[in-house]
């Protein structure tokens, strides 16, 4: 099992509000690109989708279950069928979105249990909370040519030491997808 998180960010390093749908200053930086540099299987998942579990937090999942459903695009097919799993303690009905859950327990400890390869997008909070536990083995990063200057950082103030390892780089649409995992695959 591993925990893949994948993500937009900024040159800069910050990650909210990529679409707008947060409406804060600056919010829709990746969008702005056109909908080629964001649209489809940009994050190159292919497989991992269809053996894996999706985990969202619940604000990304609000959003994703209002768009994702209406969607019949070989990708949106997949992003429908793999099975998500919502860390929330505040949401109940899931059934906007097929195949979704909340998620059982504590985050961390659910994540431990987990068989399946775990792949969280967006979600800033759980993936925080993944980092503190030192569960997350990849980043798969959408870096886009926008230098923000403020919001929620992918990698936040206090942050621990990390040494990862560049698996790939390359340019997709407008930004550059980059593909992390840890230096030493043992946790």
Same mark, same amino acid.
């Given at each position: 099992? +591993?925990?893949?998180?994948? %993500?937009?960010?900024?040159?800069?390093?910050?990650?909210? @509000?990529?679409?707008?749908? +947060?409406?804060?200053?600056?919010?829709?930086?990746?969008?702005?690109?056109?909908?080629?540099?964001?649209?489809?299987?940009?994050?190159?998942?292919?497989? $991992?989708?269809?053996?894996?579990?999706?985990?969202?937090?619940?604000?990304?999942?609000?959003?994703?279950?209002?768009?994702?459903?209406?969607?019949?695009?070989?990708?949106?097919?997949?992003? /429908?069928?793999?099975?998500?799993?919502?860390? $929330? &303690?505040?949401?109940?009905? $899931?059934? %906007?979105?097929?195949? &979704?859950?909340?998620?059982?327990? @504590?985050?961390?400890?659910?994540?431990?249990?987990?068989?399946? @390869?775990? !792949?969280? =997008?967006?979600?800033?909070?759980?993936?925080?909370?993944?980092?503190?536990? /030192?569960?997350?083995?990849?980043?798969?990063?959408?870096?886009?040519?926008?230098?923000?200057?403020?919001?929620?950082?992918?990698?936040?103030?206090? =942050?621990?030491?990390?040494?990862?390892?560049? !698996?790939?780089?390359?340019?997709?649409?407008?930004?550059?997808?980059?593909?992390?995992?840890?230096?030493? &695959?043992?946790?």
């Amino acid at each position: 099992m +591993s925990v893949i998180v994948i %993500a937009f960010t900024t040159l800069d390093g910050f990650a909210s @509000d990529p679409d707008g749908s +947060s409406g804060t200053p600056g919010g829709g930086w990746a969008f702005r690109h056109g909908p080629e540099s964001v649209a489809g299987d940009k994050f190159r998942l292919g497989s $991992t989708l269809d053996d894996g579990v999706l985990l969202l937090g619940r604000k990304t999942w609000q959003l994703f279950s209002g768009l994702w459903p209406h969607r019949d695009d070989p990708f949106s097919q997949r992003m /429908n069928a793999v099975p998500k799993l919502v860390a $929330t &303690s505040t949401l109940a009905d $899931t059934s %906007a979105w097929q195949n &979704s859950s909340v998620l059982d327990g @504590d985050l961390v400890d659910a994540v431990k249990r987990e068989a399946r @390869d775990v !792949v969280v =997008t967006g979600s800033l909070s759980v993936v925080h909370t993944l980092m503190a536990a /030192n569960l997350i083995d990849e980043y798969r990063l959408l870096t886009f040519p926008t230098v923000l200057g403020s919001g929620t950082r992918l990698f936040p103030e206090g =942050t621990g030491l990390a040494h990862l390892e560049c !698996v790939s780089a390359e340019r997709v649409g407008a930004g550059t997808l980059s593909r992390y995992a840890r230096e030493n &695959s043992g946790r």
